[in-house]
């Protein structure tokens, strides 16, 4: 029964301990990246003044209402100088005052209204394109700490085996030097490099403490050590270069603004019609010759056309032509360091890919080494140094080994964000 029990126990450990460790994809940590960004809250702000800016420009459409007051003194004013006998005509006073009420309504504007509305999207949109090239930017930040935890994690892998094989290599020693068929300083070199192993996963073990930490802070994720982090699996993209990236994009989202302020600034000449009131009271009225406060009115409709205007629009058109060449330039040559930028990227890949052929030989063939090396050692007929030696140059060929297939696979990875594919 006691043993059901301590079995029971064990097994209820075992499953709280799986379910508190986590899988973590790099997907996940991109998405956890730019849910944490504060910036973020941009997209909701810049949505928020899009429409308070187009709720403002639809107020183009609506009656505007202004009050206006003068009072003014004049020098002279209009006089009659003819006396007819029996008609008395009053002097207009040279104190003048009005308060008026003006009311304006447009009826037709050229379309001005409705394409500063297309502009102000066009903003939208280029505020969101430039959070994009923030998030791509954080998405390089995510890809070297995730890549260097799970190097480090391997660094530790290989480096636990080593410690494990120089424990069991340095029991075997301490039996060889009780039987007298090994010396007591090839103990100790044994002993120093179970030591270097140690520290040296020490040392590990806090660089990834610092790479999770780092990560922990861009994500608001809590990764622990015995959380698996996927190595993800990755393919090029098609050989046909199609720049995605968002720098490239936010350019052309540029230019299609140009389009629409160059429309724009040519509307700003096409006529407009609006129909107007006036109501007021003040003295002389509208009846110059009554020179008492009186109330008046007046409804109309008026017309405006900038039938000439030296060629400013012209100009401004030819500006927005200008500033478009510039992007087209400005594409061109991000175009050109782009593909530098893959050819270089691509010559990392295919020197992974060459470098783990080659790896893959040197472990099998050291590994071949080290035992032939580990027998003679328990034999007496070479040195615990000679030993330690062709065991350091394993270590080091796994550990290559497993940086150039993490490499690949970074460089895959970089190769596809260069081009705007992740």
């Known amino acids: 029964m006691k043993k059901v029990f301590v079995f029971l126990l064990f097994w209820i450990l075992q499953q709280g301990t799986a379910q508190t460790n986590q899988v973590v994809t790099l997907d996940d940590c991109y998405t956890a990246a730019i849910?944490?960004?504060?910036?973020?809250?941009?997209?909701?702000?810049?949505?928020?003044?899009?429409?308070?800016?187009?709720?403002?420009?639809?107020?183009?459409?609506?009656?505007?209402?202004?009050?206006?007051?003068?009072?003014?003194?004049?020098?002279?004013?209009?006089?009659?100088?003819?006396?007819?006998?029996?008609?008395?005509?009053?002097?207009?006073?040279?104190?003048?005052?009005?308060?008026?009420?003006?009311?304006?309504?447009?009826?037709y504007d050229g379309g001005?209204?409705?394409?500063?509305?297309?502009?102000?999207?066009?903003?939208?949109?280029?505020?969101?394109?430039?959070?994009?090239?923030?998030?791509?930017?954080?998405?390089?930040?995510?890809?070297?700490?995730?890549?260097?935890?799970v190097l480090m994690r391997k660094t530790?892998?290989?480096?636990?085996?080593?410690?494990?094989?120089?424990?069991?290599?340095?029991?075997?020693?301490?039996?060889?030097?009780?039987?007298?068929?090994?010396?007591?300083?090839?103990?100790?070199?044994?002993?120093?490099?179970?030591?270097?192993?140690?520290?040296?996963?020490?040392?590990?073990?806090?660089?990834?403490?610092?790479?999770?930490?780092?990560?922990?802070?861009?994500?608001?994720l809590t990764i622990s050590s015995a959380d698996q982090l996927v190595v993800p699996e990755v393919k090029l993209a098609e050989d046909q270069f199609l720049n995605n990236r968002p720098e490239y994009l936010l350019m052309g989202m540029q230019q299609t603004k140009l389009e629409m302020l160059s429309a724009l600034t040519k509307e700003k000449r096409r006529p407009k019609f609006m129909v107007f009131g006036q109501a007021g009271y003040g003295r002389p009225g509208y009846d110059m010759l009554n020179d008492h406060f009186d109330s008046y009115y007046k409804v109309g409709a008026r017309l405006h056309w900038n039938i000439w205007d030296w060629n400013q629009v012209r100009r401004g058109v030819l500006v927005l032509k200008v500033q478009n060449e510039i992007i087209n330039t400005q594409k061109q040559s991000f175009d050109q360091h782009l593909k530098v930028e893959l050819e270089s990227?691509?010559?990392?890949?295919?020197?992974?890919?060459?470098?783990?052929?080659?790896?893959?030989?040197?472990?099998?063939?050291?590994?071949n080494v080290v035992n032939t090396a580990h027998v003679q050692l328990k034999n007496g007929t070479i040195t615990a140094t000679h030993y330690v030696i062709e065991l350091n140059k394993q270590v080091k060929a796994q550990l290559n080994l497993e940086a150039h297939k993490l490499q690949l696979i970074f460089s895959k990875y970089q190769y596809n964000i260069a081009l705007g594919n992740l």
């Open 35 to 107: 849910n944490n960004y504060p910036n973020i809250r941009q997209l909701d702000l810049n949505v928020q003044m899009n429409q308070l800016n187009k709720q403002n420009l639809q107020t183009n459409y609506l009656p505007s209402l202004n009050l206006n007051g003068q009072a003014s003194y004049q020098s002279d004013v209009t006089k009659v100088p003819i006396n007819v006998p029996g008609i008395n005509i009053p002097t207009i006073a040279k104190d003048w005052y009005a308060l008026n009420l003006d009311i304006e309504q447009m009826i």
């Open 112 to 149: 001005l209204t409705n394409s500063m509305k297309k502009v102000e999207d066009a903003d939208l949109g280029i505020a969101h394109q430039k959070l994009q090239i923030e998030f791509y930017q954080l998405k390089e930040q995510v890809n070297q700490l995730y890549f260097g935890i």
């Open 156 to 220: 530790m892998e290989i480096l636990n085996v080593l410690k494990k094989n120089l424990e069991v290599t340095v029991a075997e020693a301490e039996v060889a030097y009780e039987n007298g068929s090994l010396l007591g300083s090839d103990v100790d070199a044994l002993r120093v490099e179970y030591h270097l192993a140690l520290q040296q996963i020490v040392e590990k073990k806090e660089d990834m403490r610092a790479l999770m930490a780092s990560l922990q802070v861009l994500t608001d």
């Open 345 to 367: 990227k691509m010559a990392a890949i295919r020197k992974a890919e060459q470098l783990i052929t080659t790896d893959e030989i040197i472990v099998g063939l050291q590994q």
